[in-house]
C-alpha cells in the first residue's frame, strides 16, 4: 500500500476519499488541522500530501511553506473553485499540483498517479543520467540539481521542469509540450503552472531572475535552457 498523508478538515469527505483510494492500493492517513497534519509529515513515512487550503488555526499555505523547509515530499494542493490567486501561491509555496473543490474522484486518483509517477526515483536507462548545461548539472539518478557544484533544492515539479528543459538544451519547448512532460497532457489547466514553476527555478537558479542567462523565455514561443559558458 502506497501512504498518503489527507490533511482537511472536512470529515466526510476524508472518508469519501479513504474509501475511494484504498481498493486502488493507496492507505490514506486523514488530519484534520494543519499543526497536527504538519507534525504527521514531520515522521517522514507518507509518499504524497493531500492538503486543503482552508484549515482551522494554520492554514493550508503555511502548512505548505513550513512543509517545504524540511521535505520533498510531493504535495497535491485543493483549493476552492475560482481562487486562483490561491492556487498560485500553493504552487509558489512549492505544492507540485493542485485539484478545485468539488472534485471528482477519478481525476483526484489520476492526479496522485501522475504526481507519484513524476516522484519515482528511480535511475533512468539512458547510458548518462547526469545532464550538464554551463554551471548546472542536472542528475536523474539521485534527482539532484547543482549551480557551480551548490546543490539547489527544488521541489518534484521543479526538477521534472529543468530535468525537460536540460534534455533540450539550447532548443525551445512550447508550454504544450512541457505540460505534456510534466503532467501527460497539454490541458489549459496546467498553463498557469508552467509559468509559476518557471519563476520559481529561476530564483534558485539565476544571479539576476528579472534578467535571466540560463533559463530564458522566448516570446509566443516558450522556454529555453540557454548553453552558457560556466564562470
Do not use: W
Not at 31 to 58: F, N, Q, S, Y
Amino acid at each position: 500500500m502506497t501512504r498518503l498523508l489527507m490533511i482537511d478538515d472536512d470529515e466526510k469527505l476524508t472518508c469519501l476519499v479513504c474509501r475511494y483510494l484504498t481498493p486502488h492500493g493507496f492507505e490514506v492517513e486523514a488530519i484534520h488541522d494543519g499543526e497536527t497534519g504538519l507534525d504527521a509529515a514531520r515522521r517522514g513515512t507518507h509518499e504524497l500530501v493531500i492538503l486543503d487550503l482552508m484549515l482551522p488555526g494554520l492554514d493550508g499555505l503555511e502548512v505548505c511553506r513550513r512543509l517545504r523547509t524540511f521535505s520533498r515530499i510531493p504535495i497535491l494542493m485543493l483549493t476552492a473553485r475560482g481562487e486562483e490567486t490561491d492556487r498560485i501561491v500553493g504552487l509558489e509555496m512549492g505544492a507540485d499540483d493542485y485539484l478545485p473543490k468539488p472534485f471528482n474522484a477519478r481525476e483526484l486518483l489520476a492526479r496522485i498517479r501522475a504526481i507519484l509517477r513524476r516522484a519515482e526515483t528511480h535511475t533512468l536507462e539512458a547510458m548518462d543520467d547526469r545532464l550538464t548545461v554551463g554551471p548546472l548539472r542536472v542528475d536523474s539518478a539521485s534527482r539532484t540539481v547543482t549551480l557551480n557544484d551548490v546543490e539547489v533544492v527544488l521541489t518534484t515539479g521543479e526538477f521534472e521542469l529543468l530535468h525537460a528543459l536540460a534534455e533540450a538544451a539550447g532548443r525551445v519547448l512550447s508550454r504544450n509540450q512541457l505540460m505534456e512532460k510534466l503532467y501527460g497532457s497539454a490541458d489549459s489547466a496546467y498553463d498557469r503552472s508552467i509559468d509559476v514553476h518557471i519563476s520559481r527555478i529561476r530564483k534558485k537558479i539565476e544571479e539576476d531572475p528579472r534578467q535571466p542567462r540560463l533559463l530564458k523565455t522566448v516570446r509566443g514561443v516558450g522556454y529555453q535552457l540557454a548553453r552558457v559558458e560556466s564562470p
